[in-house]
């Protein structure tokens, strides 16, 4: 849908099928109110995915992607990328997603570039609650990096981290991210 017009208040459903023919396969959906944004979109490393409930009758199939990337993570390796773009043709070339990302803020990446950690503490979600305009986070960071919350960004979500305001990263061209500049315990919660 290139060039779609729709009167207000019309609901558009799509439904995607989609077999990947080789792993890097790629999907993807952009929404353009005034400028592009990245609505929603789904890479296939290796496809494993294993059928886990059906009913033919209305046509619904679930299946289990047992390598699916947590929903919030750690990840150390932070560079920088100047547009969503950027970010996205980035992925392309990443081999692991949960410890590469790609930041829309060069001052992050400069300041993480100091603070490496040979042997880092396994990092650990504690804590998770998920509200329509509300994200709690509980994490206990083992090294430096961008705590990752796999939603989509959006202009306008606030954070902040162990009580100070800092801003939202937009990681990987379409995710939600916070610095940590130091292993240690976060407190992070977002609202909109």
């Not at 779609?4 to 353009?32: C, K, N, Q």
């Not at 950027?86 to 803020?105: G, I, M, N, S």
């Not at 650990?124 to 305009?133: R, S």
């Amino acid at each position: 849908f290139d060039s779609l017009s729709l009167p207000a208040g019309t609901v558009l459903h799509t439904r995607i099928a989609f077999e990947p023919s080789e792993p890097d396969s790629m999907i993807a959906a952009w929404i353009y109110p005034s400028q592009p944004t990245l609505g929603f979109t789904f890479r296939i490393i290796e496809p494993q995915f294993s059928l886990v409930g059906e009913d033919a009758s209305s046509d619904v199939y679930i299946w289990d992607n047992a390598q699916a990337a947590e929903r919030v993570f750690l990840a150390p390796d932070v560079h920088y990328a100047a547009t969503w773009r950027e970010a996205l043709d980035h992925l392309r070339t990443t081999t692991d997603l949960q410890q590469t990302v790609w930041v829309d803020d060069s001052s992050v990446v400069t300041a993480l570039a100091t603070d490496t950690v040979s042997n880092p503490a396994p990092s650990t979600l504690h804590a998770l609650q998920v509200e329509p305009n509300r994200v709690s986070i509980q994490y206990t960071a083992g090294t430096p990096g961008i705590i990752v919350l796999t939603d989509t960004y959006a202009e306008g979500w606030r954070a902040t981290v162990n009580g100070v305001e800092q801003r939202i990263l937009l990681v990987d061209g379409v995710f939600r991210g916070v610095l940590a500049p130091t292993p240690g315990e976060y407190a992070i919660e977002l609202w909109y």
